[in-house]
């Protein structure tokens, strides 16, 4: 509801077939269960969960409805990669560059408890002002879903921040002091470097973070 005019058809109390009005509602609001827990298919130590369209790669892709057999007596991270939307989990914590969905508390048996980390609007512009250490920094996911990215500190030599390789464009900053560039690179292949004071827009092609202006 957007207001306190109803956009959609609310349930009546005296109606019949009130069960189509809501399956025809839940039917239009689907997209947002993408990745949702599925009560049908949880039982145990199993975690159900409930697929929809995703964009990999530009093109629009079904992820179904699925299962994970999760790990017991400890805290499991479910999480999904943008390149791929599978779903996946780990009990380390959640990935760089990958879309956090819950975490569960397992017991010997079943879930003791699960906290959703889904994001209804997951691709919105913020900006990251970081203060960084005299070192190389990989930014957490948390943070690279900034697309703006600003870091100050005072820095003695270059240094890297280093993120993940998933299609992704940022614009960057590096406002720190001693004169030292920061290059931005993946964990693997070639990055750039955006000189002291200078700012660029860059992103990642899956293999490098390639440069798209020259710094300014």
Known sequence: MSNSTPTFDPLVQSQSGKEITANAMFDALSPASLYGRRQSTCSGLTWGYYGGNVLVNGVLTQVANGTLTLTASTTCYIE?????????????????GRIPLYTVVTGASTVSSYTDHRLAVPDVTGRLAK????????????????QILEFTGTLTAAR?????????????????????????????????TVAAGKRAILYADGTNIVRVTADA
């Open 80 to 96: 999904a990669p943008p390149t791929t939307g599978a779903v996946s989990f780990n009990t380390a914590g959640f990935s760089a």
């Open 160 to 192: 890297n921040i280093v993120l993940p390789l998933v299609p992704r464009q940022w614009t960057v900053f590096n406002s720190t002091t001693g004169g030292f560039g920061l290059q931005f690179i993946g964990a693997s292949g070639t990055g750039i």
């Open 131 to 146: 203060a960084m250490s005299d070192a190389n920094t990989t930014l957490t996911f948390a943070e690279i879903r900034n």
